[in-house]
């Protein structure tokens, strides 16, 4: 039962892509010139050059697509350096607003002597308290 589950399918997608082979085996139509062959993709229109070289055909691009193909790769390359110039901008700009949020030495300083301040007081009172707290020492009796 499992086996036929299997190929009941596979047998289907054959069928159903036997016609695809077919209808891209018909695609290119090749015509002999003196110079070679000339290839017809006959779903786009468009058109190659082709030679035998060592027992193989090799097809290049005809002229009229070439130059269009080229100004395709000419566009592409336009965007590409649009692309990296907008980059660098956005990456530079949010280098800017980084170091913009730093604090500059002197304020950095400022708030480092607000600290040890802080901290030098905080310990005048905890040495205040141990003082106050110590039995040994004659001070005034808590009650």
């Known amino acids: ?56 055909l090799v097809c290049r691009v005809a002229a009229d697509e070439r130059s269009a193909f080229q100004d395709e790769v000419d566009r592409l390359q336009g965007t590409i350096k649009t692309l990296d110039e907008r980059v660098t901008k956005l990456e530079n700009s949010l280098a800017a607003r980084l170091e913009s949020k730093l604090p500059s030495e002197e304020e950095f300083n400022k708030t480092m002597g607000y600290m040890e301040r802080f ?23 808590k009650t």
């Open 1 to 56: 039962m499992r086996i036929e589950r299997l190929i009941v399918p596979a047998a289907l997608a054959g069928f159903l892509a036997a016609p695809a082979l077919a209808e891209d085996a018909n695609r290119f139509k090749l015509e002999k010139t003196n110079e070679g062959y000339v290839r017809m993709d006959t779903q786009t229109g468009a058109m190659s050059i082709c030679n035998e070289r060592d027992g193989q």
């Open 119 to 141: 901290v030098r007081g905080f310990m005048g009172i905890v040495k205040d308290m141990e003082k106050d707290g110590d039995p040994t020492k004659p001070g005034l009796q």
